[in-house]
C-alpha cells in the first residue's frame, strides 16, 4: 500500500485559497488519489480524486504532476466552515482498501 | 434519506461488558467497513465485508466480532470492553470500481461514540 505524507496542520484566513500538498512516493500504476474531508463529529465525506493532471469539481481542484508522486488539493476562497481535517488516500484501482494517514488540520480563521 | 446510518450514536458501558452498535447502508453496495477513530484522530480500518464475506481483517481482538446478515448490514459486537476500546466507530460502505477512471468512493456513517468506564 502506497504511503502518504501530509502537513499536520495548517491555518489560512477567509477568503484566501489553501493548497495541501500530500507525498506518496511509492504509488503504484493502478493507483488513484483521492482526498476526504472530516468536519469534527462526522464521518469522512469523499471530495475529489483523480490520476494524473487536474481534475476540477465544484468544491475543489486536484493537481497532479506527471510523476504522480504527490499531489495538491486546492480549496479556492476558504471560508470558516471549511475549518476540517483533510485526507490524502491512494486507492488502488477497482481498489476497496481505504488506508488513512493523519491527516491535515486546516483552521480557517476570520 | 441516510446513505449509511449507524446506531446508536453514542455509547456509554462498563468494563467487561458486551455491546454492539449497528450499521445499515441504502446505496446497494457490495462492501461494508467498520474504522475506529482514537483519541488522536487517527482512522484505522478493522474489518470489511464484501457481500457477506470478510475480506480484510487487520489486527484487531477477537473480541470484536463483526456480523453481517446480508450486503445492507454490518454490524459489530465486541466482548468484555476494556477502556482503550473508547473511540470513535465508524461504518462505511463502498462499491467495488467499474474499471479506470471511476470512482470508487466510501460513504461514511455519523460515527458512535464508545465510552468505556
Known amino acids: 500500500l502506497a504511503k502518504t505524507t501530509q502537513p499536520i496542520s495548517m491555518d489560512s484566513y477567509e477568503g484566501q485559497e489553501v493548497n495541501i500538498t500530500c507525498s506518496h512516493n511509492?504509488?503504484?500504476?493502478?493507483?488513484?488519489i483521492t482526498w476526504y474531508q472530516q468536519f469534527p463529529s462526522q464521518g469522512p465525506r469523499f471530495i475529489i480524486q483523480?490520476?494524473?493532471t487536474k481534475v476540477t469539481n465544484e468544491v475543489a481542484s486536484l493537481f497532479i504532476p506527471a510523476d504522480r508522486k504527490s499531489s495538491t488539493l486546492s480549496l479556492p476562497r476558504v471560508s470558516l466552515s471549511d475549518t476540517a481535517v483533510y485526507y490524502c488516500?491512494?486507492?488502488?484501482?477497482?481498489?476497496?482498501?481505504?488506508?488513512f494517514g493523519p491527516g491535515t488540520r486546516l483552521s480557517v480563521l476570520p | 434519506d441516510t446513505a449509511v446510518s449507524q446506531t446508536p450514536k453514542y455509547l456509554v458501558t462498563q468494563m467487561g461488558n458486551d455491546k454492539s452498535i449497528k450499521c445499515e447502508q441504502n446505496?446497494?453496495?457490495?462492501?461494508m467497513y467498520w474504522y475506529k477513530q482514537d483519541s488522536k484522530k487517527f482512522l484505522k480500518i478493522m474489518f470489511s465485508?464484501?457481500?457477506?464475506?470478510?475480506?480484510i481483517n487487520e489486527t484487531v481482538p477477537n473480541r470484536f466480532s463483526p456480523k453481517s446478515p446480508d450486503k445492507a448490514h454490518l454490524n459489530l459486537h465486541i466482548n468484555s470492553l476494556e477502556l482503550g476500546d473508547s473511540a470513535v466507530y465508524f461504518c462505511?460502505?463502498?462499491?467495488?470500481?467499474?474499471?479506470?477512471?471511476?470512482?470508487?468512493?466510501?460513504?461514511f456513517g455519523q460515527g458512535t461514540r464508545l465510552t468505556v468506564v
Open positions: 511509492n504509488i503504484a500504476t493502478n493507483d488513484y
Open positions: 483523480g490520476y494524473k
Open positions: 488516500l491512494v486507492v488502488e484501482n477497482y481498489g476497496q482498501n481505504f488506508v
Open positions: 465485508y464484501n457481500n457477506k464475506e470478510l475480506i
Open positions: 446505496l446497494g453496495h457490495d462492501t
Open positions: 462505511a460502505s463502498s462499491q467495488e470500481g467499474a474499471g479506470p477512471g471511476k470512482n470508487t468512493e466510501a460513504f
